[in-house]
Nanobody, 129 residues
Framework: QLQLAESGGGSVQSGGSLTLSCSISAIGSHYSGIGWFRQAPGKAREGVACLRTAISATLYSDPVEGRFTITWDGAKNMVYLQMDNLRPEDTGVYYC??????????????????????WGQGTQVTVSS
């Protein structure tokens, strides 16, 4: 059983930065992957950045590659998303996501929302031009 709680969303102008945080409460469960998804109005939920905890392998979606950074503190059970050079198209609700099923390739987790086992409640990020 996992519980995920995001914080750090808000409004920022284009070119600005935000840092999202996710607190992971793991009761009797071990998570194999952790990541961030986002959902813009009228669009499907998409993977933004994911991390396979066994080897700390990361994967970023093409639109955010080079601008976003995912970091994981296993000792504190926290995952962060540093977002720099934000653009209006980054606007959406950002969700912390976790997988407890076996994960061999981080790509598998980030490419399909059905591969996620637990979700946070989401936090709004709005980027104005």
């Amino acid at each position: 059983q996992l519980q995920l709680a995001e914080s750090g969303g808000g409004s920022v102008q284009s070119g600005g930065s935000l840092t999202l945080s996710c607190s992971i409460s793991a009761i009797g469960s071990h998570y194999s992957g952790i990541g961030w998804f986002r959902q813009a109005p009228g669009k499907a939920r998409e993977g933004v950045a994911c991390l396979r905890t066994a080897i700390s392998a990361t994967l970023y979606s093409d639109p955010v590659e080079g601008r976003f950074t995912i970091t994981w503190d296993g000792a504190k059970n926290m995952v962060y998303l540093q977002m720099d050079n934000l653009r209006p198209e980054d606007t959406g609700v950002y969700y912390c996501a976790a997988r407890i099923r076996a994960l061999f390739v981080v790509h598998d987790m980030c490419e399909d929302a059905n591969e996620i086992d637990y979700w946070g409640q989401g936090t709004q990020v709005t980027v104005s031009s």
